[in-house]
T-cell receptor, first 114, second 111 residues
Framework: ETGVTQTPRHLVMGMTNKKSLKCEQH?????MYWYKQSAKKPLELMFVYSLEERVENNSVPSRFSPECPNSSHLFLHLHTLQPEDSALYLC?????????????FGQGTRLTVV | EDKVVQSPLSLVVHEGDTVTLNCSYEVTNFRSLLWYKQEKKAPTFLFMLTSSGIEKKSGRLSSILDKKELFSILNITATQTGDSAVYLCAVGGLGDYKLSFGAGTTVTVRA
């Protein structure tokens, strides 16, 4: 366990569903990240939060909506997804934005869109 | 656009073999290169390299960076089945939090 917990671990959803992914860390970290990992492709940075403020939105479609209510929790709200959105979604946290290289990753949520 | 290319994409070895993984990169304002091991799902940090020619070692794993030729290698000696994983290379460039990842090398170690 890295100290970053993601739930659920697996999710199957239809294209018309709305669901949320949750990430939680109690490491005292101030920066949190969402990454997408598609099969045989590099990790893609989706969103970055520092002290609960979004600092990066990497041209991610609006059907993905992040929320960071406090520095320990990060959500990714999903709605009207497409099959190509099926992937492993990884959350990570780091002490500060400037120490992203020291990020701890969660176990990920394996998302399948049917 | 930043680019990180890992090779080979996958390899299968037997216990006791040595493996060498490659990572080449093109990135604006290079800051550091990182190696991660991804078993099952969560990537775990292995090494961070910032200077050319200085080998980093951790047990049977070692890594070195060549900033002139823009590549790094990760060596695993006396491989064990527990070394089976995807090994990810990432490069930090402009903006400390922006890591560009390669697609990974899948290593399978057979008993």
């Amino acid at each position: 366990e890295t100290g970053v917990t993601q739930t659920p671990r697996h999710l199957v959803m239809g294209m018309t569903n709305k669901k949320s992914l949750k990430c939680e860390q109690h490491l005292g970290h101030n920066a949190m990240y969402w990454y997408k990992q598609s099969a045989k492709k590099p990790l893609e940075l989706m969103f970055v939060y520092s002290l609960e403020e979004r600092v990066e939105n990497n041209s991610v479609p609006s059907r993905f909506s992040p929320e960071c209510p406090n520095s320990s929790h990060l959500f990714l709200h999903l709605h009207t997804l497409q099959p190509e959105d099926s992937a492993l979604y990884l959350c990570a946290s780091s002490p500060f934005l400037s120490r992203a290289k020291e990020a701890f990753f969660g176990q990920g949520t394996r998302l399948t869109v049917v | 656009e930043d680019k990180v290319v890992q090779s080979p994409l996958s390899l299968v070895v037997h216990e006791g073999d040595t493996v060498t993984l490659n990572c080449s990169y093109e990135v604006t304002n290079f800051r550091s290169l990182l190696w991660y091991k991804q078993e099952k799902k969560a990537p775990t940090f292995l090494f961070m390299l910032t200077s050319s020619g200085i080998e980093k070692k951790s047990g049977r794993l070692s890594s070195i960076l060549d900033k002139k030729e823009l590549f790094s290698i990760l060596n695993i000696t006396a491989t064990q089945t527990g070394d089976s994983a995807v090994y990810l290379c990432a490069v930090g460039g402009l903006g400390d939090y922006k890591l560009s990842f390669g697609a990974g090398t899948t290593v399978t170690v057979r008993a």
